[in-house]
């Protein structure tokens, strides 16, 4: 069985539900967009779920245009099933130069998890305002944004829903009752991602990390 269909629709559904939390999310051609509105590549996403055609130069031409209109980078990021020849040459006609390929895990959540005895670590779920204001300043510190970003980042924690039914799961983790670290859990279907995963940097190598993903 492979599981890279798994690790693609729950990028892709991922990218749609951020893009509709703040109504930036749309599609051109054979490209989904979306921005977070935070002037972060890692932030900001294009992809395609298809081999591209011939008029999706033009698509990611506009797609570009309306990126630099907002003054946002992007990643755009090619899967295993929208890779082709023509993709990577429309791509490449587009000013685009491959970077890197970034490997995925998948964890099977039926093992046993692994017991964690530490008295000096706790961790809870965010599920009111004031929690999520300290996940905020937190992750915001752990990735080392750049100043000048944080009321763009701001902005878009605000569109986060802490209702029962959202599949979005915030985690904050705390060292000594300090809080240190966060996590976000993304479900979808039979699986989950886990993004904005960030420790501040005097309290890294400590397990805290790993113990809130």
């Known amino acids: 069985m492979s599981f890279i269909?798994?690790?693609?629709?729950?990028?892709?559904?991922?990218g749609r539900y951020w893009g509709g939390l703040n109504s930036s999310l749309y599609k051109n051609g054979s490209f989904w967009a979306m921005k977070t509105g935070i002037e972060s590549a890692d932030l900001n996403m294009v992809w395609n779920e298809k081999p591209l055609i011939q008029d999706d130069l033009r698509s990611i031409e506009e797609i570009k245009i309306n990126f630099q209109q907002s003054g946002l980078p992007f990643w755009c990021w090619v899967f295993p099933r929208g890779r082709s020849l023509a993709t990577s040459d429309i791509l490449q006609?587009?000013?685009?130069t491959f970077i890197h390929s970034i490997p995925c895990m998948l964890a099977d959540l039926?093992?046993?998890?692994?017991?964690?005895?530490?008295?000096?670590?706790?961790?809870?779920?965010?599920?009111?305002?004031?929690?999520?204001?300290?996940?905020?300043?937190?992750?915001?510190?752990?990735?080392?944004?750049?100043?000048?970003?944080?009321?763009?980042?701001?902005?878009f924690v605000r569109t986060f829903n802490l209702t029962a039914g959202s599949p979005q799961k915030f985690f904050l983790a705390y060292f000594n009752?300090?809080?240190?670290?966060t996590s976000l859990l993304f479900?979808?279907?039979?699986?989950?991602?886990?993004?904005?995963v960030s420790t501040l940097a005097k309290f890294r190598q400590k397990g805290i990390g790993l113990a809130v993903t």
Do not use: K
Request: aromatic share 14%; no cysteine.
């Open 93 to 96: 006609a587009a000013g685009f």
């Open 110 to 155: 039926s093992r046993p998890e692994p017991d964690i005895n530490d008295d000096s670590l706790r961790i809870v779920q965010v599920q009111n305002e004031e929690t999520l204001r300290l996940w905020e300043q937190v992750s915001f510190a752990g990735f080392d944004f750049p100043p000048e970003t944080q009321h763009q980042y701001h902005d």
């Open 5 to 14: 269909p798994i690790i693609e629709n729950t990028f892709f559904a991922n």
């Open 177 to 181: 009752e300090q809080p240190v670290a």
């Open 187 to 196: 479900l979808h279907e039979n699986a989950a991602g886990i993004y904005f």
